[in-house]
């Protein structure tokens, strides 16, 4: 069992910016990738990147590319999201989740562990 915490959502001003963390306890977290995802009212969980096992190979969502980046420590058992230049649309639930194997996918149905996820607000 793999358990996720994130931390560090907030409300923020469009054009600001903000850094997600997702401690993990539990098995080797090097096991695992992760992928980040959000969820906003009314709309469907959507993927919005994710991170090799190694750290070596990140993948995004067309939407966040060049605001968004991922990157993880094994050292710490934490995985980061960093987001730039925010914009309103970017307002929703973000959580982390992991999975075994080697690819980043973008289903969520593929992610075996999720954490609670925090709330990103941003303004216009």
């Known amino acids: 069992q793999v358990h996720l915490v994130e931390s560090g959502g907030g409300l923020v001003q469009a054009g600001g910016s903000l850094r997600l963390s997702c401690a993990a306890s539990?098995?080797?977290?090097?096991?695992?990738?992760m992928g980040w995802f959000r969820q906003a009212p009314g709309k469907e969980r959507e993927f919005v990147g994710g991170i090799s096992r190694s750290g070596l190979v990140t993948r995004y969502v067309d939407s966040v590319k060049d605001r968004f980046t991922i990157t993880r420590d094994n050292a710490k058992n934490t995985v980061y999201l960093q987001m730039n230049s925010l914009k309103p649309e970017d307002t929703a639930v973000y959580y982390c989740a992991g999975r075994s194997g080697e690819i980043v996918t973008i289903i969520p149905a593929e992610y075996d562990y999720w954490g609670q996820g925090t709330q990103v607000t941003v303004s216009s």
């Open positions: 539990g098995r080797t977290f090097s096991n695992y990738v």
